[in-house]
């Protein structure tokens, strides 16, 4: 089945640095991509929604200005907090889709665990 | 708005035994329900899927049926393994966007 790559897994970050999440397609040019974030037992909530060449589509309340998304190519799609607090600490899951609004055709990244200290 | 709600993991179970996780949602119309499933160190892949009421999606041993009058989609397996050992993550399809459930981790002990 497509591979969907995210790196890293896990990345820890002193308070005030920028971090940077890379989501790559492995084997199929993604046109959309999604980036979600999750915090311990609650539900994953989109943050994003990036289409290739255009500027992403932030869910209300997501700050685009820290939560910096580019969509430069086909397959790849980075995701960078800008000085990352504590409270930005989560783990963040990509998704990717070679065509806009087909679920079973969503691949996801394994996760990044992001920790601001 | 629309949301869903799973149980509260994590489920610890014994190899062949019967499994349940609930999953119930509240949304306006009749949207697609998918069951999601994350092993360890993979992404989330679709396990399961149902369109309309009444639907039993199925795939692996695991099945789960559209239930619209009592909202629920709960997620099933006859005869668990320990490579069954994954987190579950319920979720509808509303205006175009998954809603997600927070997933339920499972634990399967030989």
């Known amino acids: 089945g497509a591979v969907v790559s995210q790196h890293p897994s896990r990345v820890i970050c002193k308070s005030g640095t920028s971090v940077k999440i890379e989501c790559r397609s492995l084997?199929?040019?993604?046109?959309?991509m999604f980036w979600y974030r999750q915090f311990p037992k609650q539900s994953l909530m989109l943050m994003a929604t990036?289409?290739?060449?255009?500027?992403?589509?932030?869910e209300q309340g997501v700050e685009k200005d820290k939560f910096l998304i580019n969509h430069a190519s086909l397959t790849l799609s980075t995701l960078t907090v800008t000085s990352a607090h504590p409270e930005d600490s989560s783990f963040y899951i990509c998704?990717?889709?070679?065509?806009?609004?087909?679920?079973?055709?969503?691949?996801f990244g394994s996760g990044t665990q992001l920790s601001v200290l | 708005g629309d949301s869903v709600t799973q149980m509260e993991g994590p489920v610890t179970l014994s190899e062949e035994a019967f499994l349940t996780i609930n999953c119930t949602y509240t949304?306006?119309?009749?949207?697609?329900l998918f069951w999601y499933v994350q092993y360890p160190g993979e992404g989330l892949q679709l396990l399961l899927k149902a369109t309309k009421a009444d639907d039993k999606g199925s795939n692996k041993g695991f099945e789960a049926t559209y239930r619209k009058e009592t909202t629920s989609f709960h997620l099933e397996k006859g005869s668990v393994q320990v490579s069954d050992s994954a987190v579950y993550f319920c979720a509808l399809d509303s205006n175009y966007q998954l809603i997600w459930g927070a997933g339920t981790k499972l634990i399967i002990k030989p």
């Open positions: 084997d199929f040019q993604a046109t959309t």
């Open positions: 990036s289409n290739e060449g255009s500027k992403a589509t932030y």
């Open positions: 998704s990717a889709s070679p065509r806009t609004g087909e679920r079973e055709k969503l691949f």
């Open positions: 949304a306006t119309g009749y949207p697609s």
